[in-house]
């Protein structure tokens, strides 16, 4: 058993971005395929149709970078169909924290799930009109991918650093009742490599 990093790479009209998950694994191909599925599985749902998820790259840690990591090749579309109306702002995502035994939180954000008419506040101080259907779903596929690393013997996991080297084991997670804005400058979010 290792740990692993699965970045799932998705893709926008042209601008890639990426959501990271430590996970403790055996690192076989038969166990890593099926996690990359489940995470496929999971973000498709709170994924707007226009984006696609491309791939799946799965790597220990550290990551060694450049050709060190086996790709899972997917190409598929997310679920939301928002019938053409204008996407919230990249910045404004779904928000999911992540909680261990010791107390520690951790953070996941997802971008391309929003429209505009479901959020208000701009950047500074985001909420929802109302409650967005997504949401529920966000709930159920984490709950469902969370299982599904637990069946296959796997563990997601947060706080990965110098002194605990393969993270704390995701215990719970909760859906925050308002988006969060993340700079679009981050490091994982626009990745597409410079002309």
Aim: net charge neutral; hydrophobic share 40%; with cysteine.
């Amino acid at each position: 058993m290792a740990l692993y990093t699965f970045d799932v790479w998705k893709d926008m009209a042209g601008w890639q971005f990426c959501n990271r998950y430590h996970i403790f694994a055996s690192g076989g191909s038969d166990e890593q395929g099926p996690i990359a599925n489940a995470l496929v599985d999971a973000e498709k749902e709170w994924l707007e149709d226009r984006a696609t998820i491309e791939k799946v790259n799965v790597a220990p840690v550290p990551d060694p970078g450049g050709g060190g990591f086996v790709p899972y090749l997917f190409g598929v579309t997310g679920q939301l169909n928002f019938s053409g109306n204008p996407q919230a702002p990249p910045e404004i995502c779904l928000w999911v924290s992540m909680r261990a035994s010791s107390g520690l939180l951790g953070r996941k954000s997802y971008r391309c799930g929003l429209v505009n008419t479901q959020v208000q506040g701009g950047t500074q101080k985001p909420r929802y009109v109302g409650t967005p259907a997504v949401l529920t779903a966000l709930a159920t596929e984490f709950t469902t991918l969370l299982e599904t690393i637990d069946g296959l013997g796997a563990s997601l996991r947060i706080g990965v650093d110098d002194v605990t080297p393969t993270g704390r084991v995701v215990e719970s997670f909760s859906v925050r009742t308002r988006p969060i804005a993340v700079k679009v400058n981050k490091a994982w979010y626009n990745r597409t490599p410079a002309p």
